[in-house]
């Protein structure tokens, strides 16, 4: 949801599972926050949301700041998407 600035996550029925925030400035995408309710948790809703994140900023050319420890966490795991994401040398966990 662009106007939003969020990406969300529904289960068949159309209740909200998850969410995951984002702020865009220029060619960079800043990832912000994920949150899926304790519901959905353990179902793959942030799996999906980072995922869905991910390929928006790629499919935009976006420079992706994973902000989010949860993103951060997942894009370790997922070498795929390293091209796309501003690393700093320090770490914050």
Request: charged share 30%; aromatic share 8%.
């Amino acid at each position: 949801m662009p106007e939003k600035e969020r990406f969300e996550a529904h289960d068949d029925e159309g209740a909200l599972a998850g969410v995951l925030t984002y702020q865009v400035t220029g060619g960079i995408v800043a990832y912000t926050h994920t949150k899926v309710d304790p519901g959905f948790e353990e179902q793959g809703v942030g799996s999906a949301l980072a995922k869905a994140a991910m390929e928006d900023a790629r499919a935009k050319n976006r420079t992706v700041v994973p902000i989010c420890p949860f993103l951060s966490g997942w894009l370790d795991k997922h070498p795929e998407y390293e091209k796309l994401v501003a690393r700093s040398t320090r770490r914050v966990k």
